[in-house]
């Protein structure tokens, strides 16, 4: 079977962008994770070790959020790839990168990036 857990609105700040400021000053940064698994055997279990840990998504994204990027396309690859490796059950991913009031020379809500795997 085809199941999804969402992991959404991972809010962070970070220091990634291709400015130097951006790098000392920062943003702020939302994140959404959205994994395709099969959890059929924790609707009898009720067992955590059934399914997929959303600590886990959550602490992969916090990790490579604190790793400063010039683009949030590297970031987000980083995060697909380490969700890839380390989540027991993945059939697959998707992660969106979202970059609150991004310095484009222009009044904009935000920018966003989304990988699928």
């Given at each position: 079977m085809?199941h999804?857990?969402?992991?959404?609105?991972?809010k962070l700040?970070?220091?990634?962008?291709?400015?130097?400021?951006?790098?000392?000053?920062?943003?702020?940064?939302?994140?959404?994770v959205?994994?395709?698994?099969?959890?059929?055997?924790?609707f009898s279990?009720?067992?955590?070790?059934d399914t997929?840990?959303?600590?886990a998504?959550?602490?992969?994204v916090?990790?490579?959020?604190?790793i400063?990027?010039k683009?949030?396309e590297?970031?987000g690859?980083r995060?697909?790839?380490?969700?890839?490796?380390e989540i027991?059950?993945?059939h697959s991913?998707?992660v969106k990168?979202?970059?609150h009031?991004?310095?484009?020379?222009?009044?904009?809500?935000?920018?966003?990036?989304?990988?699928?795997?």
């Amino acid at each position: 079977m085809k199941h999804t857990i969402e992991v959404n609105g991972i809010k962070l700040y970070a220091f990634h962008g291709c400015l130097d400021e951006e790098g000392k000053i920062g943003g702020h940064y939302t994140v959404d994770v959205s994994i395709t698994t099969d959890f059929t055997a924790s609707f009898s279990s009720d067992e955590l070790e059934d399914t997929i840990d959303y600590v886990a998504i959550n602490s992969i994204v916090r990790e490579e959020m604190a790793i400063r990027s010039k683009l949030i396309e590297h970031v987000g690859y980083r995060i697909s790839q380490r969700l890839k490796q380390e989540i027991k059950g993945l059939h697959s991913s998707k992660v969106k990168v979202i970059k609150h009031c991004p310095p484009i020379g222009g009044d904009v809500d935000d920018v966003a990036i989304i990988i699928e795997n």
